[in-house]
């Protein structure tokens, strides 16, 4: 099939080259014209692993090609995606549609044969319909068909999210063009995903009711990790106990630091915002959002008790930065807010970070990056591990010990199992949601 992805982020990118990969042809439009010459050479300007080669594959093979003339890429495609950003509003709760409905004007005045238009970025409910009002005001009826397809990828997985996806969610008012999606997503479909055609609202609120409930499970269970730190009982033991119900599901049980990213945090608001628009007040959603700023305080104290409260030139190091691993997104990590803090009570700051230096962090004069975690760990008052990225996973603690005359970890992401902490008495090991050393 001929398509088009309009807006190369991390969704169009990932979504375009993928499609382009199951033999469709695909050409991926923006208007940031040294994004698209880095892109025509293989040069991927998101931290995504896998698809630097999928790229390269694609555009060798002459079936991916990159854009900035929207006009013509989009009379050439049979099917057109809008996967430009919604971020946050001004307002700090809204979504902000304006580069959907800017790209919905320039569509609407150039198109000249029937086209499907499909939302792709996450859109609140009854986007479908002011698009399908702004086509029709363009004298456009009967030259498009609006549709929406919400995506469902992590970040640091959108490849396989991509390919093995548990769904595809396809929203459309039109039986006839639910036909056509089946067809696009049939190798998809042919390996065990469902199919799951919808109302256009439907597929609309189906995005934001699945970020919503995942952000309600972490921060049920980081909940449930606080009483735990009360009553000296194991979160993971309580995850696993629970999970292994099938009617509650292990995944997105991982207790940890507040969620992240670009996704949960700005979704979750936009749904209460849409609750609360409509006098539907999502008192659920609305206490996740709270609990999970809440929490960002929760460690911040925790970490100042460890401390014995005294922060003044204390060296904090932390292992990872970013809002999870593989990804180098510093997206509403819970490592920046509490950098932020430390260094106004005068503490400095090591980081190592598997995806590299961080400008927004080397700004600051009393942080600094180490290319090395057995230098940054070197003579520190603590060591946090935010972020569970692989290498983490098995330190080398006797060169950490020769590093320090005292060594305390704070693990955000329970990658050790406690218990292996009882033997070596020079280090102090604190977790998420479990008894310390124990
Ligand atoms: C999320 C969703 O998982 C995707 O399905 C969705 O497509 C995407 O948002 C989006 O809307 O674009 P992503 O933001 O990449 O994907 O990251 P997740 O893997 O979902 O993690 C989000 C946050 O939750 C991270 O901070 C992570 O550390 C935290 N998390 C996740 C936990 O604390 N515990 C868990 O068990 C799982």
Known sequence: MKICFIGTGYVGLVSGVCFSDLGNNVICVDKDKDKLSRLKNGDIPIFEPGLSELVKKNLSAGRLSFSDDLISSINKSDIIFIAVGTPTAKDGVSADLSQVFSVVQLISKKIKSHKVIVTKSTVPIGTGDKIEKILNKNKKKGLFTIVSNPEFLREGEAIKDFKYPDRVVIGANDNKVIKIFNELYRPIVNKGAAFVPCSRRAAELIKYASNAFLATKISFINEIANLCEKVNVNVDDVALGIGLDKRIGSRFLRAGPAYGGSCFPKDT????????????????????????????????????KILQNKIKNKIICFLGVTFKANTDDLRDSSA????????????????????????????????????????????????????????FKNLNFSKIMNNNKKVIIYDLRNLYDSKYFNNKNSITYYSIGRPVNA
């Not at 628009?277 to 609305?286: E, F, H, R, T």
Request: no cysteine.
């Open 269 to 304: 608001k936009a749904l209460a915002k849409v609750g609360k628009n409509l006098n539907s007040p999502l008192s659920i959603v609305n206490s996740v959002i709270n609990f999970n700023e809440k929490r960002k305080t929760y460690i911040e104290k925790n970490i100042y």
């Open 336 to 391: 920046i807010n509490l950098i932020s803090k430390f260094i106004k009570k005068g503490a400095k700051i090591n980081y190592y970070e598997p995806s590299g230096t961080k400008e927004i962090l080397d700004k600051h004069k009393n942080v600094n990056y180490f290319d090395d975690i057995y230098l940054a760990t070197k003579k520190v008052d603590l060591i946090i591990i935010h972020t569970e990225w692989d290498e």
